[in-house]
């Protein structure tokens, strides 16, 4: 990977990532992919998340923060106003923590971590992603040869 350092924020509902070839998106989704417990094959990048690492750094941290508020809120008596996902990937091992909207570790992240993704109906699986890919590729020949293709 070659991103030492990217933040996204996303809004509260749908949210589109668009960008040129290259810009990064499926890199997004695949460190989504990957705080959520994902195995580095299901990302479609690689076979083993220590290539997640950039080349010449020691190690690699996705941090997503999760609003954590409303009726919607997951367990706030336990994690607060914001849940944080860490994964720390090393050349050796990897872990994952969730922590409170303090930074203080709750849980390792096994136990609540798929109760999260269940809860807030995130799609965290990428195995879908060359699939859209490939979607929008079509779409994109598709509207060059039909002529105005978005306008």
Aim: charged residues 20%; contains cysteine; aromatic residues 10%.
């Amino acid at each position: 990977m070659c991103h030492s350092k990217h933040e996204t924020e996303f809004g509260n509902h749908v949210n589109f990532i668009t960008g040129q070839n290259g810009s990064g998106k499926s890199t997004i989704l695949a460190a989504l992919c990957v705080a959520f417990g994902c195995r580095a094959k299901e990302t479609q990048r690689t076979s083993t998340l220590k290539d997640f690492i950039k080349t010449g750094a020691t190690d690699a941290v996705i941090q997503v923060e999760i609003q954590n508020e409303g009726e919607g809120a997951f367990k706030p008596e336990i994690y607060g106003p914001v849940i944080i996902v860490e994964r720390r990937i090393s050349e050796s091992t990897s872990s994952a923590t969730l922590k409170d909207h303090q930074g203080r570790k709750v849980v390792s992240w096994k136990t609540d971590l798929l109760e999260i993704v269940e809860h807030f109906n995130f799609f965290y699986k990428v195995t879908l992603l060359q699939q859209v890919n490939d979607l929008l590729e079509s779409i994109s020949h598709r509207g060059a040869f039909y002529g105005s293709g978005f306008g």
